[in-house]
């Protein structure tokens, strides 16, 4: 992936998107051509230096997981995404300078797949998941809610998937590379538009690296004034 570094991402802003996600796209590459599957994944974070693994399921009779592959398997997380207007952008927009763009967050992991037609592993992986996403319910739903016997029969309609990661690529694309100005602007129109948590990771993360930026132009512009005589 193509990361300009004021695009790069730290290592726990990586493992943040991670622990947040929710589903990502699994690509795997095979004789016949590339296939991909939307999943909901699990982060297990590694141990001993590791880099963790994402663990889901899935459809049975879905052939990417027992065709054999070439390469690794990639999986894409997006953690955040949004347009920009160019009118939001007070200080480009004035002199016709800028166009309309998109801002995201995109994490992409690379491993072995590996497969677990397991029933208790993969039994394992479905209760996580689903406390995931019904633990913070009033009345949250449980695999004790189904008739006797029904998870068996469910379960075997799916197979167990372990992405074990061995490497790591992320962006961060979030308006850094702006004026200040600018990326008042950008965060004031999201605001407007009611997408507080996109105006509030730019807030984090956008306005202190244009802060930088423009700090680090005023000095190189000082320094060349100092030895110009300007």
């Not at 797949?113 to 449980?142: C, F, G, I, K, N």
């Amino acid at each position: 992936m193509y990361v300009p570094a004021h695009f790069s991402m730290t290592p726990a802003q990586i493992d943040d998107v991670l622990r947040r996600m929710t589903v990502a796209n699994l690509v795997t590459a095979h004789e016949g051509g590339l296939q991909a599957t939307l999943l909901p994944f699990l982060y297990r974070p590694g141990a001993d230096g590791s880099l963790g693994a994402l663990v889901g399921h899935v459809a049975r009779n879905n052939r990417q997981w027992s065709e054999p592959r070439l390469g690794d398997a990639l999986a894409i997380v997006g953690a955040n995404d949004h347009y920009v207007s160019p009118r939001w952008r007070t200080a480009g927009d004035a002199a016709g300078s800028v166009v309309p763009t998109w801002n995201y967050v995109t994490v992409h992991a690379y491993g072995d797949l590996v497969a677990h037609d397991d029933l208790d592993w993969t039994r394992e992986v479905v209760e996580r998941l689903s406390a995931q996403h019904e633990d913070h319910r009033l009345h949250p739903w449980t695999s004790e809610d189904l008739l006797p016997g029904q998870l068996d029969k469910m379960m075997r309609a799916i197979v167990g998937v372990e992405l074990r990661i061995s490497r790591v690529e992320a962006k961060a694309k979030l308006s850094q590379n702006v004026s200040v100005p600018d990326v008042e602007g950008i965060i004031a129109g999201l605001r407007t538009e009611g997408d507080e948590v996109s105006a509030d990771l730019l807030t984090e993360v956008s306005l202190p690296a244009a802060q930088r930026r423009a700090e680090l132009l005023a000095g190189v512009a000082a320094g060349h004034a100092r030895r110009t005589g300007g």
